[in-house]
């Protein structure tokens, strides 16, 4: 029977790996699928994972009908088994849905990758409407660290680098501080409530200090 599951997890979790990952281990095994994504780090219409792999995607935008998209595929190639949906945070609700009808009424496997919560500790409503409505949610189980080695639970945005928690929800960055003015990373509870980031942290220790970890 055919599922829609959800794989979240922060930033550096490895979640376009195993997206990328799943499409393999499905492909080959003669199955076809679709592969999607919006907002990739590598560009438009790429699906990349920071280990170095990168794929050709079909970019997701505000007018983007999963249903009309499938039914356009299925008039080519005469099936598709399953969609592979990363960046699915950036997904609208309505988006979602139609997902999960694809899943329902057309019996394709949907496998969706992302993350669950913005740099405000926000879910995004992509995020939230696959929790709502995904057979199973699964998280993955390599975790990314903080800065002091805790298991980082939440991204944080910086401009600058500075730490903020206002803005709008989607600005896309990456997690190198020299790609641009916003860049992001993955802290602990913790020290994403003090706003204390690795460069935060290093300034208050000051040079052959140890840094505090309390």
């Known amino acids: 029977m055919a599922e829609l599951v959800f794989f979240s997890g922060t930033m550096d979790s ?9 499409h393999h281990n499905h492909a080959s095994r003669g199955r076809h699928g679709l592969l999607f994504t919006r907002n ?7 699906l990349s994972s920071r280990l170095g792999l990168e ?6 935008d505000d007018a983007t009908d999963f249903w009309a998209v499938v039914s356009d595929a299925r008039s080519r190639t005469g099936h598709v088994d399953y969609l592979v949906c990363d960046e699915a945070q950036f997904y609208a609700p309505e988006q979602v849905e139609q997902l999960a009808r694809l899943v329902d ?17 926000r879910l995004f409503p992509g995020s939230a409407r696959l929790v709502e409505l995904a057979d199973r949610v699964e998280t993955l189980q ?11 639970t939440h991204n944080a945005r910086t401009v ?49 200090d140890t840094l505090d970890l309390a």
């Open 14 to 22: 490895g979640k376009s790996t195993l997206a990328l990952q799943t």
């Open 160 to 208: 600058d680098g500075r730490m903020v928690v206002e803005g709008e929800q989607v600005v896309v960055g990456d997690v190198d501080a020299s790609a641009g003015t916003v860049a992001y990373e993955v802290l602990c509870r913790r020290h994403h409530a003090r706003r204390m980031t690795l460069a935060a942290a290093s300034a208050r220790s000051g040079p052959g």
């Open 105 to 121: 009424e057309a019996g394709i496997d949907v496998y969706a990758f992302g993350i669950l919560a913005d740099f405000r500790t």
């Open 142 to 152: 390599v975790p990314a660290l903080c800065w002091c080695g805790a298991r980082a």
């Open 55 to 60: 794929v050709d995607a079909d970019e997701v």
């Open 40 to 46: 990739d780090r590598a560009g438009q219409a790429r």
